[in-house]
């Protein structure tokens, strides 16, 4: 074991070493781009350009590009990449995964490989985690490739097909991972040639690489038509469902999330189905009904695993605590989860297409990813993707005061506590962010603070459409924002005047999530 951790650190030194001298080379020509023009700086694209087609490869360019790129930035957004983000900046162009932490800017670090590799002319896609972040990286940072004379697209779910093969026919498409799978499947749907959106696969960057290609990896994107099948029977299998008793006719396995009939429950099927033999061929589709039925009442939680809204049955991502409009759930789940709500279920649906974000990233010729948090999968990331994770000192030294796990003998009694903390530091006007990582658990903590009559914002999946604004509030004297695991992911959090003398923002996680990296996001 230690031997393996020697290597592995070794090699990040290795890596942190080269690294350095690169980034001294660009820093090095900083005063030649200065002295540039505007229009001689935007001249340059041209040239590279020329400089590919007579043959010079990406990385002949490397340090030239990044250099004018990070004089770009200052002239248009006023910032200047620092030698760390330089760093972090190769790593991507290398195809690798930059593990830089929260707050180092990683969205300025991506454009200079996003640049270097969209001078190619076969187009370059940066992979955000949701609409927001795609909306914003794109006008912002879009300032800077426009700026140097390349164009910019964003791919949106609402777009028609034209404005979808505008978007990817732009040097730079801004995207969430869950649009571009989609685009793929689509296009892989239709009859002629032109009506195809997405080019060949060229060069991905994916911002939050951790919660796309390990989290979502195997979540699979189904595009699906309905077939026409009655749904009389998810009603009668709910009714009788409900007239079992748990431990009696049931037993369940929380951690394989199985339920099973016990001989007892057996025995009522046959007897309310007028059946002699539950388990016999001509049954089987009964059997499948209550199963499924059985486990939307004992495993399915409202609020956890899916929300009741406008009449439908939305479920929440575990992971990002995201509502995931659209997606059902299948084999007959989502229709028995409607039944146990009483809204009207829909038809069941057959697949027409599908593929994993594992399958569909690996069709890219180089993939390269950003996070705060990735260190902990880097074994996953290589032996499936390739990629290594090489881990980016930080710009100055972290100053986070990093305290231990409370632990509390009753779930009251940790609730308490956590609502006397906050109310502490609310009074001196200290902000603070509090980490849940169910729905029902935000609202809990979000009803104890109403009872102390402390204003607060919660963020969860059901309010998410507000998310970033709340976020961009957090900061602020006297704020408590609420927010489950990984709402609002990617967002900064400014601090408002005075807050610093403080103590800075108080984060509070209420739980150890499953994953321990989505407990360092938080953390970030």
């Known amino acids: 074991m230690a031997n393996i951790l020697n290597k592995v650190f070794d090699f990040n030194k290795r890596e942190l070493k080269r690294l350095e001298k690169k980034a001294n080379q ?3 020509l900083s005063d030649e781009m200065e002295r540039l023009k505007d229009d001689q700086l935007r001249a340059k694209t041209v040239e590279f350009k020329d400089r590919i087609n007579n043959g010079e490869t990406l990385d002949d360019l490397l340090v030239e590009a990044f250099a004018v790129v990070r004089e770009a930035a200052r002239r248009v957004l ?6 760390v983000q330089l760093m972090g900046g190769i790593v991507l162009h290398d195809g690798n995964i930059a593990e830089m932490k929260t707050g180092e800017g990683k969205t300025l670090t991506s454009t200079m490989p996003v640049y270097l590799n969209a001078l190619s002319g076969k187009g370059v896609h940066v992979i955000t985690v949701n609409d927001y972040l795609a909306r914003r990286d794109a006008t912002e940072m879009g300032q800077v490739y426009e700026f140097l004379g390349l164009t910019v697209g964003l791919n949106l779910s609402e777009m028609t097909r034209e404005e979808k093969q505008a978007a990817y026919n732009a040097d730079i498409t801004y995207g969430t991972n869950n649009e571009f799978g989609f685009d793929y499947l689509r296009d892989n749907m239709v009859l002629y040639k032109e009506q195809m959106v997405q080019r060949p696969l060229n060069f991905a960057v994916i911002d939050e690489v951790d919660s796309i290609l390990i989290d979502e990896a195997r979540t699979p994107l189904i595009i699906s038509g309905s077939a026409n099948k009655s749904t009389q029977l998810y009603v009668q299998a709910n009714a ?7 431990d009696v006719d049931y037993t369940v396995d929380i951690k394989t999330k199985s339920v099973q009939l016990t001989e007892e429950g057996m025995t009522k099927a046959e007897k309310a189905f007028g059946i002699d033999n539950l388990f016999n061929l001509q049954h089987v589709t009964l059997n499948h009904h209550i199963n499924q039925a059985l486990r939307a009442k004992a495993i399915m939680q409202r ?4 929300v009741v809204q406008d009449g439908e049955i939305i479920i929440v991502d575990q992971f990002t605590g995201r509502l995931m409009k659209g997606r059902r759930y299948s084999d007959g789940l989502h229709q028995a989860i409607e039944a146990k709500e009483g809204v009207q279920i829909q038809n069941e649906s057959k697949t027409m297409a599908t593929i ?3 399958n569909y990233f690996r069709m890219y010729e180089k993939l390269a990813g950003m996070t705060g948090t ?3 999968e880097e074994e996953e990331f290589r032996n499936i993707y390739n990629m290594n994770v090489i881990v980016i000192p930080t710009n100055r030294p972290i100053i986070r005061d990093d305290r231990p796990d409370l632990i509390y003998s009753t779930m009251k009694g940790k609730f308490r506590a956590v609502v006397e903390d906050i109310a502490e530091r609310h009074k001196k006007g200290q902000p603070v962010l509090v980490g849940t990582v169910a ?6 903590v979000s009803q104890m603070l109403m009872k102390k009559g402390i204003k607060h914002n919660v963020l969860n999946a059901k309010n998410h459409a507000r998310e970033a604004e709340i976020i ?9 924002t609420i927010a489950t695991n990984m709402a609002g992911r990617g967002t900064d959090i400014k601090l408002g005047e005075g807050v610093k003398e403080l103590g800075g923002l108080a984060v509070i996680g209420t739980e150890r999530h499953e994953s321990r990296r989505i407990d360092n996001q938080l953390r970030g």
Not at 78 to 83: D, E, K, Q, T
């Open 78 to 83: 006023g910032l200047y990449p620092f030698h």
């Open 472 to 480: 961009v509030q957090a900061g602020q004297k006297g704020a408590v």
């Open 303 to 306: 609020d956890v695993d899916y």
């Open 26 to 28: 660009i820093e090095a």
């Open 439 to 444: 729905i029902e658990t935000s609202e809990l």
């Open 374 to 376: 990735a260190k902990t």
């Open 240 to 246: 009788f469902v409900n007239t079992l008793r748990e």
């Open 356 to 358: 994993t974000f594992q």
